[in-house]
């Protein structure tokens, strides 16, 4: 997608803090963070939302799943705790039209959602 700017980030257009990328996945620092530690995990191929990811390709949520359990641990979160995020859609708060998981930790978060 060419006005994508997750696509422009995954190609090298737009300078990002990558922290993490392989085939499938690419991790990077958000950019206006509401935590101390506040990454997004994104697939390479550009899926709009949870809803476009393929039947077949149950392992996409799956790694990047696993790819924040591992960024958690290597930022020195993941004993106290910290939170994973997928908005869907606009009234469900996504912002990008690019699937992308937050991973918000490094202090108290609020138990509320809404």
Not at 66 to 82: C, F, K, V
């Amino acid at each position: 997608m060419d006005d994508c700017i997750f696509c422009k980030i995954i190609s090298g257009d737009i300078p990002s803090d990558i922290i993490y990328r392989d085939d499938e996945v690419i991790a990077f620092r958000d950019v206006n963070p509401v935590a101390p530690t506040h990454i997004l995990i994104v697939p390479v191929e550009h899926l709009v939302t949870t809803l476009d990811i393929p039947d077949v390709n149950t392992s996409l949520t799956n790694k990047m799943i696993q790819t924040a359990n591992r960024l958690a641990n290597q930022e020195g979160i993941s004993e106290d705790g910290y939170r994973l995020v997928i908005n869907c859609g606009e009234q469900g708060g996504q912002v990008v039209k690019h699937l992308h998981m937050h991973l918000i930790g490094g202090r108290h978060l609020s138990s509320s959602l809404g």
